[in-house]
């Protein structure tokens, strides 16, 4: 599909950035995107709560303010209580709050399987719009949320993975916005941004190389939850690991002994996960104590940006 010409249309899916992003007027652009999930717990209001926060997250990816949402809902009304509905919409409506923002509607199916999101719309001056590509070399990378989510959800449905644990360590990172990452990160100069969802660490990596930098990963400065290593250790894994693994065939170069399971934790989706920000090295020292004192307390430097052609490598 070719995207139609249009000056004011100024990110589309050319470069599979995270929501689209149209010029009203020269001092307003209006951003757009939808996401929803499955629920990756079973408790009802941990998971409004998280697939709102989802959701929300690609409005800050862009640089932007998060103003509307509707909700987007599949549920098996003949098969489940109305009542977890309920609890469901509870928890994004009380995300979309504390985001600042509005929930104005939203549109119901029955589906087999629970599914829920939102259709978020945002704001963003058009000369501080944030993308995931633009990163410069020279500039250092910070990632600011742990990562393993996606084998800890799995390894909690087949009992390998205590929940009690992942509510009181993990949920509660997972769900928190990237509002504060954002605010904090916007007072410096930041070149490019995006968020880890789905692809993992390595292919969300590979979409800020673009085609013209190289992206440098410290693989032992990478923030991990507690538990996902070992989860891969006992065999657990996910249905997205093969897949993201493909996707970057022949641009990922891995110079440092990794473990089987270890390499298996740059391929694991995320669910809400945290801004990887690319901005200049002088200014990152100081970017850091300032997200860690915003109390974007995981916010680490892992990695840096150089001369390249699109390519990611882990040392």
């Known amino acids: 599909m070719i995207l139609p010409e249009n000056p004011d249309l100024l990110v589309g899916y050319e470069t599979c950035d995270d929501a689209a992003v149209y010029r009203l007027t020269p001092e307003l652009a209006m951003i757009n995107t939808v996401d929803f999930i499955t629920p990756p717990v079973d408790d009802p209001y941990w998971f409004g709560q998280i697939a709102a926060a989802n959701a929300i997250s690609d409005i800050y ?25 309920k609890e469901i919409l509870r928890g994004g409506h009380d995300k979309v709050t504390e985001a600042g923002a509005m929930l104005v509607g939203g549109h119901t199916v029955d589906d087999e399987e629970p599914k829920y999101g939102l259709c978020v719309n945002g704001v963003v001056h058009p000369d501080r719009l944030l993308r995931n590509v633009g990163a410069r070399p020279d500039d250092a990378l910070i990632l600011t949320k742990p990562l393993g989510s996606g084998v800890l959800f799995n390894a909690v449905r087949a009992g390998k993975f205590p929940y009690r644990e992942l509510e009181r360590d993990t949920l509660p990172v997972i769900a928190t916005l990237n509002r504060a ?4 990160a916007r007072q410096f100069s930041l070149h490019a941004c995006t968020d880890i969802t789905g692809f993992g660490i390595a292919g969300h990596a590979l979409e800020m190389a673009g085609s013209d930098t190289a992206l440098t990963i410290r693989y032992r400065e990478l923030p991990f939850f507690e538990g ?30 990794l473990t089987g399971k270890e390499t298996e934790l740059l391929f694991d989706p995320q669910t809400s996960g945290g801004l990887l920000l690319a901005l200049p090295d002088s200014e990152a020292r100081e970017a850091l104590q300032a997200l860690h004192q915003a109390g974007v307390t995981h916010a680490v430097v892992i990695g840096k940006v150089e001369s390249g052609k699109g390519s990611l490598e882990i040392i």
């Not at 990452?181 to 904090?184: F, G, I, P, V």
Request: proline share 3%; hydrophobic share 40%.
């Open 228 to 257: 996902a290593l070992r989860m891969y250790e006992k065999g657990e894994t996910t249905g997205s690991n093969q897949a993201n693994r493909s996707l970057c065939e022949g641009r990922l170069q891995i110079r440092t002994k």
């Open 181 to 184: 990452a954002l605010e904090t």
């Open 61 to 85: 990816a862009m640089g932007g303010k998060p103003l509307t949402a509707l909700n987007v809902v599949m549920f098996p009304g003949k098969l489940l209580d109305l009542g977890l509905l």
